[in-house]
């Protein structure tokens, strides 16, 4: 396929596929992302929802949108950019280093996901240990541990470390690829966006698809605009030799 002239047989010689992958790929599947055009930091102040501050001055509010938005994401379905890159599984060893907290990867059938901002169906205490997968909705909000403290969403906000373990995995695995395909994401936040840093350092070649250009665009092997629904398939076709 002529727009992959330069990666094409980097790909087919490929063993080890790894995704960066961040808001813009489900966003096919009516997901909003954050910082585009309807995105929700164009709405609302990420410093009022999206920090532990934030979320001690006003719980209810926190999660009155955490609620919302998992709503959507459960009544989502993912797209032709998920599945494609669940069916690359097939052909190669993929993982998937994902900035989403909305599971889509993981529904669409892909079993390699790292979750590096965790994930929207889990809860956490926050004072104690407990943490558990939600499974219904809440009787009142912000819900309540056993132990009597609130509970938080199990969501990385800015200013908190990734959770090390995962963190280390994907390090180790962006090191190791000999492909990385960054895919809806605008690289803008940290530590994600050094995972194209680390392939590079390992001579991998680096694909983004993306509507617009981001700033790393121009380090890229390839950068090709246009959506991930449209993308994924071809680069499986090309992966399949068709
Ligand atoms: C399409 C498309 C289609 C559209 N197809 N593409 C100054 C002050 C305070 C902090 C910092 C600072 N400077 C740097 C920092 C660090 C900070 C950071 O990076 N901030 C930047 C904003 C500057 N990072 C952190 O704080 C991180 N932690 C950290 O650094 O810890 C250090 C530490 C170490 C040890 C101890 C303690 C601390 C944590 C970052 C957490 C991010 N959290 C959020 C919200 C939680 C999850 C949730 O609720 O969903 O994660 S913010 C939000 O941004 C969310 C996302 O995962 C993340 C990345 O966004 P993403 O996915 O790239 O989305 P968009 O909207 O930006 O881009 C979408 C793209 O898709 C666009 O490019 C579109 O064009 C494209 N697109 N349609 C393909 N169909
Ligand atoms: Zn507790």
Redesign the pocket.
């Known amino acids: 396929m002529k727009m992959f002239d330069n990666v094409s047989q980097k790909l087919i010689n490929s063993k080890k596929i790894v995704f960066v992958t ?4 489900s ?2 599947s009516g997901i909003p ?4 055009k309807d ?1 929700h930091w164009r709405k609302h102040d ?1 410093m009022k929802l ?1 920090t532990i501050d934030a979320f001690f001055d006003d719980p209810s509010l926190v999660w009155e949108w955490y609620e919302d938005r998992r709503k959507n994401i459960l009544s989502a379905k993912p797209n032709d950019g998920h599945f494609a890159i669940a069916n690359m599984e097939k052909l190669r060893d993929v993982i998937v280093l994902t ?3 909305d599971g889509l990867h993981q529904r669409s059938g892909s079993t390699n996901v790292l979750e590096l ?2 994930s929207i169906i889990r809860i956490k205490c926050t004072h104690c240990s407990f943490s558990d997968n939600i499974t219904d909705n809440f009787e009142s909000l912000p819900p309540k541990c056993t132990c009597g403290n609130i509970l938080r969403p199990d ?8 959770p090390q373990d995962i963190w280390k995995n994907a390090m180790e695995e962006a090191s190791s690829c000999d492909i990385m395909i960054i ?9 994600a966006n050094t995972l194209p840093i680390y392939a590079k350092q390992n001579g991998a070649t680096l694909i983004e ?4 250009k ?1 700033m790393m665009s121009n380090d890229m092997d390839l950068s090709i605009q246009d ?3 449209n993308i994924l398939p071809k680069i499986l076709s090309v992966l399949k030799n068709e």
């Open positions: 961040g808001a813009g790929i966003q096919e992302t954050f910082r585009g995105g990420p999206a900035q989403n907290i901002h965790g969501v990385v906000w800015f200013g908190e470390a990734l895919a809806g994401t605008s690289l803008v936040v940290s530590p698809v993306n509507p617009e981001t959506t991930s629904a």
